[in-house]
């Protein structure tokens, strides 16, 4: 679509029907499988918000409205029983979604209109009339044709055609050109021709061109009518024995313009969105790439910004380093780092420094030091000022820098706030934090520099000298906004949880990300081919069974061999069909007797391998080894997260898995890896939060705790629990854990939810302080606002009093799943911790490697794997002392799966 002019001659009201679009975005990216962590289906309101932010960017328009259908019978079924009467059932996975549309509309501060009796096209044909006559233009966007009718020269239809935003402009030209026909005739022309979608009828052999050219020869309906004795021949027999259903067809698809609609066009202005909420919703549906768009594209948010940063700076050259930092006054200064880092290591490009002013009202200060030939004074200055713990330094996503400050040769010590991490304590559910953003929402201002006349100052005598103008201001931003958000972090109890445990931690993981893990990269190769061969082989085998080659990545072809071809029982209906996912093949594999479920299962399992192993052998650095990157702020929970390459995606428990972690290896100049890892600690906080005695004893009992709690719920002496009662009730000692639903453990299981209930309610029997704790911690997170873990980690669930009940539902699970995760991250966490400071304290040489879910992996040198093993059982045991003690597995070996335990 081409873009507008950014400011209308006339005003602009843009009239967007809603359910129209919504529909169409949801079927045009069912296939992509929009779903976020917690279960919620967003392909609807994510497809009608990216359509909107799209619209609002090209067309700028100065007024908008959306216009919704509602759920009651309207005129059209008064006056016809059959309107609309094939219409199919609204799927499950769209219910929901418009209310989240209505959430989206109401953050962005735009209007939505419905009422009762009347479609959204009403309004739309009502609003847009009364704008004519109120000297506005208007842009309608739908996909319903009828609208064509509205189409003149003060109003243009945007036609959604393919997708989300392949789209069709219509002004009257168009509309001449494309269908022969004035936006007068159109409702004539649609009532001839029938609408299958709204089950209006049309006339047996009578199409569209034979409607349109009836239009064109008589000039409208009205006159075909007083003259249909004219119409000849078949055609005109069928005309003149369905006459008064077109009749009915042409009451029907008249859009009306007098909906009594309280509503003044000149007041659908759209309003300063509020950022703040658009954060809390965008974070709750995970629209992270549609935010960005958002801001960098429509409109204006509130807060806006009321200034830019007054700040003097300096460029400091060879010889001015030493003492501009000895004159810097006491306080914290903040940093800024300019570099590339990643895969461990990093290159530093440019450095800033802003210092508090000496005095109230004093200008504020900051330095931007040009690395390139400095003196030596300058550089062991600039060395010892980053390293020396007495001078409090802030500074954004502190880890990335830091490998790039290590990499020209600097430490840094005395960080006592990570801007980054601040925000992420204060607002778990964010999954980003850009500092412009937090500068904005915090300090209400902007990062530039701020002049007299407001506009951009040139801080140095170099007007081209971006990069120490960016780092200034960065710089000096992030001084300031440390103290916001502490101020902000304090009354929500995460100071101490930043300043013990996620500030320490930045060091430690940007050391393992350093040391990284070392790789066989020959079996890794040989691991590829072999998967790859094991891939050929299952496409094959399909191919076999079927009796002809097909794409076995083709749903579509899957769905036409699997349950036209093969005859298969009938998975769940989408909309392309039958869904051909992994749980359908697995049902399908123990339903029939045909082996290509089991196939295409096996097919999907090799490939996804392959692909892991492919990703991981470009992750193999000149040094042999991997170095992941870790981050702290992405999990609500507060587990770590890793990407390039993501380990924790390793499978743990399958053979493949298995063999993939053989490949990881003990590097040069070490004896051995060594893996601890922490058992059932999930459960083992399931034990101390709710203080269950029975709970308690199991663990207590010596014997294996599944077969413990086994016993316990079916009444058997634990020798007598046999395989399948350990899986059952194993299955729902961890699935309390994580919120799981009767439904939920009946699919785990296998059994009708019905089965699936009464376990639960035998498990409750037995456990009943588990339940009570449980039923608990969902009553006093909705009364609080917010869960917390063990350290005091807090995550904030304002979907637990929604009237949505699906978001409502899915808050309920995610208050009893946060509290045990978020205090399994905190152990790991002070683990972590604990162990790197007893190998310093210790001076042993073995390190760090990887935290993958519960274990940590370590390198061993030469003569300390027992005293390593120790120290590391030590630590992790100490981490925090729960009413069940805590306790570790530990194993040595040559690879990461020989250490395995």
Not at 52 to 60: A, F, M
Not at 359 to 366: I, L, M, N, Q, V
Request: charged share 25%.
């Amino acid at each position: 679509m081409p873009k507008k002019e950014a400011t209308p001659a006339r005003p602009r009201l843009l009239l967007l029907d809603g359910h129209s679009l919504a529909y169409r975005a949801f079927y045009a990216l069912k296939d992509a499988n929009l779903v976020t962590t917690d279960g919620q289906h967003t392909e609807a309101v994510y497809g009608f918000t990216s359509m909107l932010i799209n619209v609002l960017r090209d067309e700028q328009p100065t007024h908008v409205v959306v216009c919704f259908d509602r759920s009651e019978p309207t005129f059209r079924h008064e006056a016809y029983e059959q309107y609309k009467a094939n219409r199919q059932e609204t799927p499950e996975d769209f219910r929901g979604q418009v209310s989240l549309i209505f959430e989206v509309l109401d953050a962005l501060r735009v209007p939505h209109l419905s009422l009762a009796g009347y479609e959204a096209d009403d309004l739309i044909a009502t609003l847009a009339h009364r704008a004519a006559e109120n000297d506005m233009d208007v842009l309608i966007v739908t996909g319903d044709r009828d609208a064509l009718q509205l189409v003149n020269e003060r109003v243009t239809l945007l036609m959604t055609r393919r997708g989300i935003s392949d789209m069709t402009r219509f002004d009257p030209a168009t509309v001449l050109e494309k269908y022969g026909l004035t936006p007068v005739q159109y409702p004539d022309y649609a009532a001839l021709r029938g609408d299958p979608s709204d089950n209006l009828p049309s006339i047996p052999s009578v199409g569209e061109k034979t409607a349109a050219k009836w239009v064109r020869e008589f000039g409208s309906l009205a006159e075909l009518v007083d003259r249909v004795d004219e119409v000849k021949g078949k055609v005109g027999e069928k005309l003149r024995e369905h006459l008064g259903q077109v009749l009915n067809n042409r009451r029907l698809t008249e859009l009306r313009r007098d909906v009594p609609l309280d509503a003044d066009v000149s007041e659908l202005k759209m309003g300063a969105w509020d950022r703040d909420e658009i954060h809390k919703l965008f974070d709750t549906l995970q629209f992270r790439v549609l935010r960005d768009r958002l801001y960098q594209s429509v409109g204006t948010a509130e807060p806006e910004a009321e200034a830019g940063f007054d700040v003097e700076a300096v460029t400091l050259g060879p010889g001015e380093v030493e003492a501009w930092l000895a004159a810097a006054p006491e306080g914290r200064a903040g940093l800024a780092v300019k570099g590339t880092y990643g895969s461990g290591t990093g290159r530093l490009d440019g450095l800033a420094v802003a210092v508090p002013p000496e005095r109230e009202g004093a200008p504020r200060r900051a330095a931007y030091i040009d690395l390139t030939g400095l003196t030596p004074d300058d550089e062991r200055a600039l060395g010892g000022w980053l390293a020396d713990e007495a001078r409090p330094k802030a500074l954004h996503d502190a880890k990335g820098p830091l490998l790039a400050l290590w990499a020209h040769g600097f430490d840094l010590r005395g960080l006592t706030c990570d801007t980054a991490l601040a925000a992420y304590l204060a607002m778990p559910g964010q999954r980003s934090f850009p500092l412009d953003d937090l500068v904005l929402r915090y300090l209400h201002r902007e990062l530039r520099a701020e002049t007299d006349d407001g506009g951009q100052a040139a801080l140095f005598d170099d007007p081209a000298d971006d990069l120490g103008r960016e780092l200034a201001i960065r710089a000096q931003a992030v001084r300031e906004l440390a103290e916001a958000l502490e101020g902000h972090l304090e009354p929500r109890g995460g100071t101490r949880l930043m300043r013990e445990v996620e500030l320490p931690l930045v060091r430690v993981l940007a050391e393992i990300e350093h040391a990284g893990i070392a790789a066989d990269q020959a079996y890794f190769t040989a691991l590829e081919v072999e998967f790859g061969a094991a891939v050929k082989q299952a496409v094959e085998e399909a191919h076999r069974v079927v009796g002809e080659q097909f794409n076995l990545g083709s749903p579509k072809q899957l769905q036409e061999i699997l349950f036209v071809r093969l005859g298969l029982p009938k998975t769940k209906r989408i909309k392309t069909g039958y869904t051909t996912d992994a749980d359908a093949l697995a049902t399908l594999a123990t339903q029939t007797d045909n082996e290509l479920p089991t196939i295409l299962l096996r097919h999907r399992d090799q490939t996804r391998m392959r692909t892991t192993v492919e990703g991981l052998i470009k992750e193999i650095g000149d040094d042999g080894r991997i170095h992941t990157t870790y981050n702290q702020i992405i999990a609500a929970t507060g587990r770590l997260s890793s990407e390039k390459p993501n380990l924790q995606n390793i499978p743990i428990r399958t053979a493949e898995g298995r063999r993939i972690r053989q490949g990881f290896i003990v590097g040069e100049g070490f004896d051995s890896l060594l893996t601890a890892d922490y058992s059932q600690i999930e459960l083992r906080i399931m034990a101390h939060l709710s203080q269950d005695a029975a709970l308690i004893a199991a663990f207590e009992s010596g014997h294996d705790f599944h077969q413990a709690t086994a016993a316990r719920v079916f009444g058997l002496p634990p020798e007598q629990v046999d395989g399948e009662l350990r899986a059952r009730i194993k299955a729902m000692n961890y699935g309390l854990a994580y919120g799981l639903s009767d439904f939920g453990l009946s699919g785990q299981l296998n059994i009708p939810v019905a089965e699936a209930r009464a376990l639960k309610d035998e498990y409750f029997q037995e456990f009943g302080g588990v339940r009570d704790y449980l039923g608990s911690i969902v009553a006093q997170a909705r009364q609080e606002g917010y869960t917390e873990t063990i350290l005091g980690r807090r995550r904030y669930l304002p979907d637990l009093t929604s009237d949505n009940r699906q978001r409502r539902e899915m808050a309920e699970r995610m208050a009893l799943n946060a509290p045990i995760q978020g205090s399994a991250a905190d152990i790991i966490k002070v683990a972590m911790l604990n162990v790197q400071r007893a190998l310093r304290r210790e001076g042993l040489r073995s390190r760090m490697l990887l935290q993958v879910h519960d274990e940590l992996v370590f390198e061993v040198v030469p003569g300390e794997l027992e005293t390593l093993r120790e120290l590391v059982v030590a630590q992790m045991c100490a981490a925090y002392e729960l009413r069940v003690p805590l306790e570790v597995s530990v194993g040595a070996g040559r690879t990461w799966q020989d250490a395995g335990h």
